[in-house]
């Protein structure tokens, strides 16, 4: 069994800017000493962080990372037809993990929060 200890960091913490894609998110964790999780790790985080807050909205964000929701920082999954990772969110009081698609070109809201493994 391996332990791993996480953090969550949105991208004001990581002195980003809107718009900033997701291999700009990664790079710059990774050089504040993070690194990307296994991808198992969303399992794991949902079944271990149940008291997780309740999303300011209940509706699917159609092309937005869902308010109040966590993405785990990994690796890709498969193509782009297939989930490029996981992420968490209580919706209604029922926690949710889903898998989220978006390519290199998506851009962040500065708010958007992702968990990342501590070295």
Known sequence: MQKLTVVSR???QLDLVAGTKLPQIFERAISEGFQLCPAITGPYLRLDFLD???SGDS???GGRKPADSLSVASAVLGDQEFPRGFYLRVVDDVPWLRGYRCDH???????DTFVFQRS
Do not use: I, Y
């Not at 070109?105 to 708010?111: E, L, N, S």
């Open 52 to 54: 997780q807050a309740v």
């Open 10 to 12: 949105n991208l004001q």
């Open 59 to 61: 509706v699917l964000s």
């Open 105 to 111: 070109t998506h851009g962040f809201a500065p708010t």
